[in-house]
């Protein structure tokens, strides 16, 4: 099974994609600019890498054989027959002078392989100067160049280069490929939090890494068992004080991560596992200064991330399934009870943004679902 689903190297699942690519390969009739769209952290940028190989690769043309030292450099981002524009510095965007420089570069392109491959990744962050820069060589492409303009979202890509590119959907993966990259590349994450992980994650490898990573997760799935618990047990635990198990729970979900967070320990030699990582260093202190002054703003956000493990807890029951991994299930298998637990819960998380006593409006939801829990 496993050999089938890879045909580009280092690439996992998106096998019709790979497969209709390899095909148009094949007769030589691959269109020059493809964008590649798709949800953040479902492997776009591996799939540009292992689309390199396929172009460069003499060992296994078209598809491209992972092992030759061809395919070695283009998946450790040094061939210079792949180029990367991504953004650079503060600003996040792509410099007109890196798009210039590249729109030289192609012009003697290629330099030792029989194709050559511009990756901009993301294309949002190709402005229009920059854009203008090459447009040119989008729009008259030398023989052998290409391009893979990656992106969350079509509408963020240029017109002029829009409607010169092949928009190609890289979808989401299945659970399974998830949790394989998940036991590759965070072995060290407790198994329960890595089941989440995969849970939460909706088909993104990305996503999936950061929140194995992310030791708070273990703290809200902690809230979430003492709310499940509270709700049984009605308004006495519901009102009990900060020392009981429920409030406990509470103030650390709602207390900051003082240390840095450790960063994911897989991060691959990538130019977007680079990209990824500049992007958090920029965004993350910020943040969490920010978020260090604005109690509300965390408590908010940890009852958002309560109201969401809950509401999946309860759809995987109604499921048939057991529920998250480590919680105990909603007291209550009849499936129009469960159906109302969540419109209780949704009425919660559209209340959250308005709330201004975030914990008083948390008791209230608390008792909302305690009293569809025991209704007749
Ligand atoms: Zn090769």
Request: aromatic fraction near 2%.
């Amino acid at each position: 099974m496993d050999q089938p689903a890879q045909r580009f190297p280092g690439v996992l699942g998106h096998e019709a994609v790979q497969a209709a690519i390899a095909r148009a390969l094949g007769r030589g009739q691959l269109h020059h600019s493809l964008v590649l769209v798709g949800p953040r952290g479902v492997g776009k940028a591996t799939f540009a890498r292992g689309l390199g190989c396929a172009l460069l690769c003499r060992a296994r043309p078209g598809l491209g054989c992972g092992a030759c030292p061809t395919c070695q450099r283009v998946l450790a981002g040094n061939h210079p027959d792949v180029d990367w524009l991504v953004p650079d510095g503060k600003a996040g965007t792509i410099s007109v002078d890196a798009a210039r420089a590249c729109h030289v570069r192609q012009a003697h392109a290629p330099y030792e392989a029989d194709a050559y491959l511009v990756v901009i990744d993301p294309a949002d962050a190709l402005g229009e100067a920059a854009g203008n820069a090459l447009l040119k060589t989008i729009e008259e492409p030398r023989p052998g160049v290409h391009f893979a303009l990656l992106t969350t979202n079509l509408q963020g890509v240029l017109p002029t280069l829009l409607s010169r590119s092949l928009p190609v959907r890289v979808g989401r993966l299945d659970d399974a490929i998830v949790r394989a990259i998940l036991d590759a590349r965070a072995a060290g994450a407790p198994q329960e939090r890595r089941d989440m992980a995969v849970l939460l994650a909706e088909g993104s490898a990305g996503v999936a890494l950061e929140l194995a990573a992310d030791p708070s997760l273990a703290r809200s799935l902690e809230l979430v068992r003492q709310a499940l618990t509270a709700v049984r047990a009605g308004p006495p635990a519901i009102f009990g004080g900060d020392d009981h198990p429920l409030w406990a729970a509470w103030t650390a979900a709602i207390t900051p991560d003082e240390t840095p967070e450790p960063a994911p320990t897989e991060a691959a030699p990538e130019p977007a596992g680079k990209k990824k990582k500049a992007a958090k260093k920029d965004g993350e202190p910020a943040a969490k200064s920010s978020a260090k002054k604005d109690g509300p703003a965390l408590q908010r956000a940890a009852v958002r991330r309560l109201v969401e493990l809950w509401i999946l807890h309860v759809r995987e029951q109604l499921r048939g399934r057991p529920g998250l991994p480590g919680l105990p299930p909603v007291p209550a298998p009849a499936p129009g009870t469960l159906v109302a637990a969540i419109s209780a819960l949704q009425r919660l998380e559209s209340r959250v943004e308005r709330m201004g006593n975030v914990r008083l409006m948390l008791e209230q939801g608390l008792l909302e679902q305690s009293a569809v829990l025991t209704a007749p």
